[in-house]
């Protein structure tokens, strides 16, 4: 009697083991998340890696005038990371055009229009500004501006997180 109900309990216990006990939990391939209003697949999200955080900076040569910031030089610098890319990028005779309010610096850039904060600075455009948003639906960005005061150069940095 003792050597059937180890048999029994033996047999129970492997028929539990093969995805016959009931779970109808789907794999974490075949879940589907959205992005950007499509969907994908959510393991090409959620990895368990963690998340991309990455920068790039450039200091550049530059004319800073009353309204304008005049490129002398080209300059690139691009961090690449698993899902992202983080890109600082000016080319040489680019213009800047800017106006400041307050606390608020107006950039027209050729990549499109910007309104940054005052990080700190004395006044007019010298000093710090930063801008923070999402750009790509996905990837949260902040831009920071440097301009140095009798040293015709800018500082541009960016930092990138998704």
Not at 107 to 118: E, I, R, S, Y
Not at 138 to 144: D, F, P, R, S
Request: contains cysteine.
């Amino acid at each position: 009697m003792r050597f059937l109900l180890v048999i029994l309990t033996l047999t129970a216990l492997v028929s539990c083991g093969k995805n016959g006990g009931g779970s109808s939990s789907r794999s974490p391939q075949a879940q589907q998340c959205e992005v950007d209003g499509r969907s994908v697949s959510c393991d090409s999200i959620y990895d368990g890696l963690g998340v991309d955080l990455l920068d790039s900076q450039i200091d550049v040569p530059a004319t800073v005038s009353s309204s304008d910031i005049a490129f002398n030089e080209s300059r690139t610098t691009e961090t690449q990371g698993r899902r992202i890319e983080c890109t600082t990028s000016v080319m040489k005779g680019d213009v800047y055009h800017y106006s400041i309010s307050g606390d608020t610096l107006f950039l027209d850039t050729p990549a499109g229009n910007l309104q940054m904060k005052k990080v700190h600075g004395d006044g007019g455009v010298v000093g710090t500004w930063k801008w923070t948003g999402i750009v790509d639906g996905a990837t949260y960005q902040t831009k920071l501006l440097t301009v140095l005061k009798g040293m015709n150069r800018v500082i541009m940095k960016t930092v990138c997180e998704r």
